[in-house]
Structures are given as C-alpha cells and as structure tokens.
Nanobody, 122 residues
C-alpha cells in the first residue's frame, strides 16, 4: 500500500519561503492526484491546491493564488508545495493527500501523510 510522508516544514519569518515535499513509498506517484491541505489546532482541514496525475494541471484555493505553487516530479515520486511571502496566518500543520480521482475536499483524500508543521513568526 502506498505511504505518503511530508517534509520541509519549519520556522520562518514573515515574507519568507518554504518548500514542502510529499514523497510516496510502496507505490508510484504518477497516477495520483496530489492535494495539499492545512489545519489549525481544533480547526477544519482546508484545501490549498491540487495537481492531477494525468494532465499535471494545477488548481488553487483563492487564498494562496500567486503565493503558493504545487508541482510534482514523478521520477522522484515526490510532490511539492512552494510557499512564498508567508504570513503568520499561514501557520498551520500542512498535509498532503492522494487519490486516483481528482479531489478538493478532505473527504476525497484516500491516502494521507502525517503532516508537517509550518510556523511563521515575527
């Protein structure tokens, strides 16, 4: 069974950048749609972006358009979320999810990583 692991979270100052990675083991990435989500403590998991496995097309939530970029390298079995111009409001736990079908709802993610913490501090 495919297993997804996020990495790349950490501490960053406002205006800074981070690149999150989502790597699959026990399978290959190429057929999966990959989604990134964020969640605050006690809050709902919110969709950020998706990239399809078939067409590699990208979609974004309005809140991150122009600042975040989703990408993938199927040879490395890794998807990425490049986050620029970060603000304290971007502080959350970030998750990647995968499914063979396209999804934007957390209910659509079949496989989930364990999450990686992003903290933007002044």
């Amino acid at each position: 069974q495919a297993h997804f692991v996020e990495s790349g979270g950490g501490l960053v100052q406002p205006g800074g950048s981070l690149r999150l990675s989502c790597t699959v083991s026990g399978g290959t990435l190429d057929h999966y749609t990959i989604g990134w989500f964020r969640q605050a403590p006690g809050g709902e998991r919110k969709w950020i972006a998706c990239i399809r496995g078939s067409t590699k097309s990208e979609t974004y939530a309005d809140s991150v358009k122009g600042r975040f970029t989703i990408s993938r390298d199927d040879v490395k079995n890794t998807a990425y979320l490049q986050m620029n111009n970060l603000t304290p409001e971007d502080t959350d736990v970030y998750y990647c999810a995968a499914n063979l079908e396209y999804f934007e709802s957390p209910n659509g993610g079949r496989f989930w990583g364990q999450g990686t913490q992003v903290t933007v501090y002044s």
